[in-house]
C-alpha cells in the first residue's frame, strides 16, 4: 500500500528478500521503480482507470525508462479500498469490463513502442468460470480473485472470518466511509454499526497509514482489521467483495480451481 507510512521501507526490505513480485495499490506508485531497478523484482502498479494507468506508465518511462512488468485493474466490485469516489462506483464508464477493453487497446500500444510484454490482470467481482472466461475474451491475461478463496480450508484467516462470509447476505454489503478517507466495501456488522454513533477509543496508534487523522478517526483500521483476521468479529471490519453473499460454503482450494476452469 502505497498509502502506508513506512511504504519505502517495506519495498526496499522485500527486494532484499528477493521477492518475485510486488504488487502496489492504495495510491499511485510513482517511486516504485526506483526501489527495484537492477533487481530480479518485478513490480505491478494496481490502477482502477485508464488515466491512471497513463498516467503511471509514461512517469515510470520518463524518470525510470521502466516499463511495469504487469497491470492489475481492480473495477468498483472489489473488497476493501476502493479507488473510486463513492459517487462513481454506479458509473457506466467504471465498469471493469470498459476499463479492461480500453486498458488492454492501450497496453497493446506500450508493448509494440517499448517491446515487453505487459499482461494486464483484472479484478473485482469475478466471481466463476464464467467471468473468467469473459475477461480473457476482452484482452485481459489473466483474472485477480479474493473473496472466494477466504472461504477455503486453506485459507489462513479465523473461522470466524470465514463464517462470517458465510452468513453475509447481499442486503449486508455496504460502502463505507474507511478511517483512511477511502470509500470500501465490508459486511456492515454492528462493529461499523457501533463506529458511526460511537468513537472508538484509540488506545495505540500504529501511525502505520499516512492519510490517517489518529485524533478525529471513529476506530484504528490496523486494529479493527487484525480482529478480523484473528475472528473477533464484533470488533472487527471485514472487508468483502460485492459477491461474497453468494458464498454458502467451506471448501477446498483444489474444489474452487476445479470449478473456475470447468468452463474455460
Not at 91 to 119: Q, R, S
Not at 133 to 154: H, P
Not at 219 to 238: F, H, M, P, R, S
Request: hydrophobic residues 35%; glycine residues 6%.
Amino acid at each position: 500500500m502505497v498509502a502506508l507510512s513506512n511504504y519505502a521501507e517495506i519495498v526496499k526490505e522485500c527486494v532484499k528478500q528477493k521477492i518475485d513480485l510486488i504488487i502496489s495499490g492504495a495510491g499511485i506508485p510513482k517511486e516504485l521503480p526506483e526501489y527495484v531497478k537492477g533487481t530480479k523484482t518485478k513490480i505491478a502498479p494496481i490502477i482502477s482507470s485508464l488515466r491512471c494507468c497513463k498516467l503511471i506508465v509514461k512517469h515510470w518511462k520518463n524518470k525510470y525508462d521502466y516499463t511495469p512488468d504487469m497491470i492489475i485493474i481492480e473495477g468498483p466490485d472489489a473488497g476493501g479500498h476502493l479507488g473510486y469516489k463513492a459517487e462513481e462506483l454506479q458509473n457506466e464508464e467504471n465498469k471493469l469490463e470498459n476499463i479492461t477493453k480500453e486498458v488492454v487497446e492501450y497496453i497493446k500500444g506500450v508493448e509494440e513502442e517499448t517491446k515487453c510484454e505487459i499482461p494486464v490482470i483484472s479484478a473485482g467481482g469475478i466471481w466463476d468460470s464464467k467471468d473468467i472466461k469473459k475477461f480473457l475474451g476482452l484482452g485481459a491475461s489473466g483474472v485477480q480473485m479474493a473473496t472466494r478463496f477466504v472461504a477455503t480450508e486453506e485459507c489462513d484467516a479465523a473461522d470466524e472470518f470465514k463464517q462470517a462470509y458465510i452468513n453475509a447476505k447481499k442486503e449486508d454489503i455496504k460502502i463505507i466511509k474507511s478511517p483512511v478517507g477511502m470509500p470500501g466495501r465490508a459486511i456492515y456488522n454492528n462493529f461499523i454499526r457501533a463506529t458511526e454513533t460511537t468513537k472508538c477509543k484509540i488506545e495505540k496508534c500504529y501511525k502505520c497509514i499516512k492519510t490517517c487523522d489518529a485524533i478525529n478517526t471513529p476506530y484504528c483500521i490496523t486494529k479493527a482489521l487484525i480482529e478480523a483476521v484473528n475472528g473477533n468479529i464484533d470488533k472487527a471490519l471485514v472487508f468483502c467483495g460485492s459477491n461474497v453473499y453468494k458464498i454458502k460454503e467451506i471448501i477446498s482450494v483444489h474444489k474452487l480451481m476445479q470449478e473456475l476452469v470447468c468452463e474455460l
